[in-house]
């Protein structure tokens, strides 16, 4: 017999179960098993015209899973049940709100299939498809400390004209890290351009041994 998993990758029964069947693609291609979750995920949304509630409903989960590591290790636990699981998720969805069939849908699939460990994993593979589906494109300046307002709009407006935004709306982060000295690292979309004064001196202490 063919697993629960399976059968909602394909067909997507559960999930869009009770809805006419429209022609529905993803924005964009995303690989491994919490892809092939957020994508079965986002094609019976989409179906039900229902994206933005379930954005909702898993980003709910998503704080909760980053703000308390304790709930985080209970979903990991193995040891603990998948029934008990999945009323610790309900506990946490009825502070805020109920949530909408799909998102229960989806984690009694996940539940019945062992994979609650990998609900953070899903959240981001969807809200991937989601960023894809509004025409974004991350962008992510690293800097060795946070960046003045200014600066940082001096590098988005330039990045936004050129060819690397592909058209697209840039999501800008500074993410400071003090190790790479100074500089900065531009990540947009798959790309990066590295102008860190550590890279440099990587290539400076590279040139110096190979001369050697």
Same mark, same amino acid.
């Given at each position: 017999?063919?697993?629960?998993?399976?059968?909602?990758?394909? *067909? +997507?029964? =559960?999930?869009?179960?009770?809805?006419?069947? #429209?022609?529905? &693609?993803?924005?964009?291609?995303?690989?491994? /098993? $919490?892809?092939?979750?957020?994508?079965?995920?986002?094609?019976?949304?989409?179906?039900?015209?229902?994206?933005? *509630? +379930?954005? =909702?409903?898993?980003?709910?989960?998503?704080? #909760?899973?980053? &703000?308390?590591?304790?709930?985080?290790?209970? /979903? $990991?636990?193995?040891?603990?049940?998948?029934?008990?699981?999945?009323?610790?998720?309900?506990?946490?969805?009825?502070? +805020?709100? =109920?949530?909408?069939?799909?998102?229960?849908?989806?984690?009694?699939?996940?539940?019945?299939?062992?994979?609650?460990?990998?609900?953070?994993?899903?959240?981001?593979?969807?809200?991937?498809?989601?960023?894809?589906?509004?025409?974004?494109?991350?962008?992510?300046?690293?800097?060795?400390?946070?960046?003045?307002?200014?600066?940082?709009?001096?590098?988005?407006?330039?990045?936004?004209?050129?060819?690397?935004?592909?058209?697209?709306?840039?999501?800008?982060?500074?993410?400071?890290?003090?190790?790479?000295?100074?500089?900065?690292?531009?990540?947009?979309?798959?790309?990066?351009?590295?102008?860190?004064?550590?890279?440099?001196?990587?290539?400076?202490?590279?040139?110096?041994?190979?001369?050697?």
């Amino acid at each position: 017999m063919a697993s629960r998993f399976t059968r909602l990758t394909t *067909a +997507v029964p =559960k999930l869009a179960r009770g809805y006419a069947a #429209a022609s529905v &693609k993803a924005p964009i291609t995303l690989y491994g /098993l $919490e892809g092939r979750y957020a994508t079965a995920l986002y094609t019976a949304a989409a179906r039900q015209n229902n994206l933005e *509630a +379930v954005e =909702k409903d898993l980003n709910t989960f998503s704080q #909760a899973i980053k &703000k308390d590591t304790a709930f985080k290790s209970f /979903l $990991e636990n193995p040891t603990v049940p998948r029934a008990t699981k999945l009323n610790g998720l309900s506990d946490v969805a009825k502070k +805020v709100g =109920k949530p909408s069939e799909l998102t229960n849908n989806l984690l009694e699939v996940l539940a019945e299939n062992g994979r609650l460990n990998t609900l953070d994993k899903v959240i981001e593979a969807y809200n991937e498809l989601m960023s894809a589906h509004r025409n974004e494109l991350p962008l992510v300046v690293t800097s060795a400390k946070p960046l003045e307002k200014a600066a940082l709009n001096k590098i988005v407006d330039s990045l936004q004209k050129s060819n690397l935004a592909e058209g697209k709306k840039l999501l800008v982060s500074n993410k400071v890290k003090p190790d790479i000295l100074g500089g900065i690292l531009v990540e947009i979309g798959d790309k990066s351009i590295d102008l860190t004064v550590s890279s440099k001196l990587a290539k400076l202490n590279k040139l110096i041994t190979d001369s050697v």
